[in-house]
């Protein structure tokens, strides 16, 4: 868990200071204070990635030297990340040279935010990146899979662009696709096993219906690629596309044996969007035996106050919770919330609440 954080020009803070107990912290405050800013820092020091931006320029306050630092105490080591045009990282002093190597033995987070309703909404793409977070975290060789199979998929893809295809070649790329994307295909498989009955519970218990979640692992090239890549060879080379495989995959959702794109209620796929980022909480936590901290950006504007507080019942008591919210009105103080700080967030500045 994350025991002390810092920043120095981070988005609209020139400097931030805070201490957090194991429970973790609440941060109340109006609109654009700077709320999401905080859970924001703390994923960039954890995952050195932002889920709000790839552009690490923007998280530099504006006003400032062009630069950014982030610091803090987590998971019993003292992390540092600075960045000025590129990024300088250490561990408990220790400098590390690549970004890999500081993620190495970095901590596990879970982000909750109201984005995620893209996942109930949005393209398949956001749905694989969902399945792309989990597995490279808790499968072996899946990240390195993945990057082999992007690589030959974007080889064959130029290839099959060429005014004169060299069909050798693209048939020694579709090897690897084949042999990789077969590796990713069982993976995913399992990991929908993994996040199944999880998830189902999840929305059941924050709904506090009935509602039955179906998850459906929907392999773009089935369980044969290479039996799909042959059947759509013609169509692959006369549209000069590729059309089966992995980055075609997608994970259908449904609410009471409906797609839930289309026929769920807002309410619903908000549920559903939480109980998948639930399910993904508990499946790092029974692979890695740990538990995740829990970044919760604001995500309960939208729900009526019985969802709301069940899924602060629904969280891990154990973990560590960082929560934005603009009031707390709702909040059922009988819920076991643990020990958790406190803090209102106006304008750039934090004080406790
Ligand atoms: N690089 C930057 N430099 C200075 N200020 C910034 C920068 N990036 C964003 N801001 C501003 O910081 C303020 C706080 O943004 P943040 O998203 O953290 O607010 P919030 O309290 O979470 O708001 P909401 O409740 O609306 O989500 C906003 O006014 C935003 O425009």
Known sequence: MIRTLRAVDFRCFSSLALEIPEGGALFTGDNAQGKTSILEAVCVLVRLHSPRTRKLPAMCRMGGAGGFGIAGEAWEQERRVRWQRAFDLTVDGESRESGGGYLADGGLIVW??????????????????????IGSQ???????????YRRALKAKNLLLKDPRPREDEIRSYEEVMISEGTLLVEARTRLVDLISPRAAISQREVSGKDEVLGLEYRPAGGHDLRLALEQARERERRQRQSFVGPHRDDL????????????????QQRTLALAL???????????????????????????????????????????????????????????ALGEMARFAVKAGHIATA
């Open 112 to 133: 909750m935010g109201n984005e995620d309703l893209e996942l109930v909404r949005g393209s398949a793409e956001t749905r694989r990146h969902y399945l792309d977070f």
């Open 277 to 335: 980022k639930l399910a993904q909480g508990e499946a790092l936590a029974a692979v890695r035996g740990n538990l995740p901290v829990y970044l919760i950006d604001d995500v309960f504007g939208e729900l009526d106050p019985g969802r709301r507080n069940a899924v602060m019942r629904v969280l891990p008591a154990a973990a560590q919770k960082w929560i934005t919210t603009t009031h707390l009105g709702w909040l059922d103080e009988s819920a």
């Open 138 to 148: 808790v499968e072996p060789g899946y990240r390195t899979a993945l990057a082999r």
């Open 252 to 267: 259908l959702l449904s609410i009471n044996g409906l797609p839930a794109g289309e026929f769920a209620s807002e309410g």
